[in-house]
């Protein structure tokens, strides 16, 4: 076993997951701001629109001469696509799915971390060590699977804020540094 497997290999297995759980804990979070900011893009003007329709219409209705319902009809369409795409979009469900997929990437963050860090305090046989990082895989297996995909671009931007701004550490001595996270 110690000719095959090094303790440096598993610290930096666990490093890799570590570093991976939190660039999506990030992406998940980017993912997360874009649908609340998108509710609020359709939910504020479809708004806007209903209350300016209501208001026209009551206006046209108090008119002597029954005034053009131009802008009545325009702003009724207006509200009339925007409601069923809110609700066929549910950004704010999805807002909060994103959220709750983040929170679970962190906590997986915080347990490689935990790992880690006992890994280096109390050094165990390898054995040990690797059904412990095993079965830490396999929680991690378990806890993504009804997670919502990650798109490309919130992905790559974590990645990228992850390189520029040095944010995973390494923990093994003789480790390179490089971010293995696909």
């Given at each position: 076993m110690n000719e095959l497997v090094k303790r440096e290999d598993i610290l930096a297995r666990a490093e890799d997951r570590r570093n991976l759980c939190r660039i999506m804990s990030w992406a998940h979070l980017y993912v997360s701001i874009r649908w609340s900011h998108t509710n609020l893009y359709i939910g504020i003007p479809s708004t806007v629109l209903a209350a300016a329709a209501s208001v026209q219409a009551i206006a046209d209705l108090q008119a002597?001469?029954?005034?053009?319902?131009?802008?009545?009809?325009?702003?009724?369409?207006?509200?009339?696509?925007?409601?069923?795409?809110?609700?066929?979009?549910?950004?704010?469900?999805?807002?909060?799915?994103?959220?709750?997929?983040?929170?679970?990437?962190?906590?997986?963050?915080?347990?490689?971390?935990?790992?880690?860090?006992?890994?280096?305090?109390?050094?165990?046989?390898?054995?040990?060590?690797?059904?412990?990082?095993?079965?830490?895989?396999?929680?991690?297996?378990?806890?993504?699977?009804?997670?919502?995909?990650?798109?490309?671009?919130?992905?790559?931007?974590?990645?990228?804020?992850?390189?520029?701004?040095?944010?995973?550490?390494?923990?093994a001595e003789n480790y390179d540094g490089k971010v293995n996270v696909k």
């Amino acid at each position: 076993m110690n000719e095959l497997v090094k303790r440096e290999d598993i610290l930096a297995r666990a490093e890799d997951r570590r570093n991976l759980c939190r660039i999506m804990s990030w992406a998940h979070l980017y993912v997360s701001i874009r649908w609340s900011h998108t509710n609020l893009y359709i939910g504020i003007p479809s708004t806007v629109l209903a209350a300016a329709a209501s208001v026209q219409a009551i206006a046209d209705l108090q008119a002597e001469n029954g005034a053009s319902y131009g802008l009545y009809i325009v702003f009724s369409v207006m509200v009339a696509s925007l409601a069923p795409l809110l609700t066929f979009l549910n950004p704010m469900d999805r807002a909060t799915n994103h959220l709750s997929a983040s929170r679970v990437y962190e906590q997986m963050g915080d347990a490689y971390d935990k790992f880690l860090l006992y890994c280096r305090v109390n050094p165990q046989d390898l054995i040990v060590e690797l059904e412990k990082l095993v079965s830490l895989n396999e929680q991690y297996n378990e806890l993504k699977k009804p997670l919502p995909i990650t798109p490309e671009w919130a992905y790559q931007k974590s990645v990228k804020q992850s390189k520029n701004k040095n944010l995973v550490a390494t923990f093994a001595e003789n480790y390179d540094g490089k971010v293995n996270v696909k």
